[in-house]
T-cell receptor, first 116, second 114 residues
Framework: EAQVTQNPRYLITVTGKKLTVTCSQN?????MSWYRQDPGLGLRQIYY???????DKGDVPEGYKVSRKEKRNFPLILESPSPNQTSLYFC???????????????FGEGSRLTVL | KQEVTQIPAALSVPEGENLVLNCSFT??????LQWFRQDPGKGLTSLLL?????REQTSGRLNASLDKSSGRSTLYIAASQPGDSATYLC?????????????FGKGTLLTVNP
């Protein structure tokens, strides 16, 4: 079954404690991306990757890191989480033709993060 | 900076009605526009993807159109059903320079009443 898998689905942590949210896709997609969704602000892109070893900032990259060492995985790293990073996070992936998304964007089920 | 707006923010209709959801974008330099559905507490599910060279896409009761020159896209839902109740979002992929970001609208919350 084609899917994007995120872990953990739910996490409560404390300020400053480093954490990683994993994302894996089984569709051999070139493009992967992270978003956060907040009430009233909608869905905002954090980072995206057009292919292995190629990443770029989205609209809200501050406080986050990513890496794309393998095609299937795109972890989101919060080096020193703060309460303003409390949010619902989504990972997504798609096929590309050059810079263009050529197929539908598949989303994971989301990871709800609370930073105390 | 690309801005994507969806109006109305919420819409309530009786079952069986045909309806149109609107999406507008400020920068016409886009590769494509995609419509999604999101159910409460769930991830997004892609409904239709329209490349910039296309004018419309259809899937079942759904039809999406794209007018780049006017910065607008519409999602038409025919014969709406209670199961269509969800939040509908649109997203544009930028084509300007080396920026391939996706920008999402805040969505339209659709309620279809039996």
């Amino acid at each position: 079954e084609a899917q994007v898998t995120q872990n953990p689905r739910y996490l409560i942590t404390v300020t400053g404690k480093k954490l990683t949210v994993t994302c894996s896709q089984n569709m051999n997609h070139e493009y992967m991306s992270w978003y956060r969704q907040d009430p009233g602000l909608g869905l905002r892109q954090i980072y995206y990757s057009m292919n292995v070893e190629v990443t770029d900032k989205g609209d809200v990259p501050e406080g986050y890191k990513v890496s794309r060492k393998e095609k299937r995985n795109f972890p989101l790293i919060l080096e020193s989480p703060s309460p303003n990073q409390t949010s619902l996070y989504f990972c997504a992936s798609s096929h590309t033709g050059g810079p263009v998304l050529t197929g539908e964007l598949f989303f994971g089920e989301g990871s709800r993060l609370t930073v105390l | 900076k690309q801005e994507v707006t969806q109006i109305p923010a919420a819409l309530s209709v009786p079952e069986g009605e045909n309806l149109v959801l609107n999406c507008s974008f400020t920068d016409s330099a886009i590769y494509n526009l995609q419509w999604f559905r999101q159910d409460p507490g769930k991830g997004l599910t892609s409904l239709l993807l329209i490349q910039s060279s296309q004018r419309e896409q259809t899937s079942g009761r759904l039809n999406a159109s794209l007018d780049k020159s006017s910065g607008r896209s519409t999602l038409y839902i025919a014969a709406s059903q209670p199961g269509d109740s969800a939040t509908y979002l649109c997203a544009a992929q930028n084509s300007g320079g080396s920026n391939y970001k996706l920008t999402f609208g805040k969505g339209t919350l659709l309620t279809v009443n039996p």
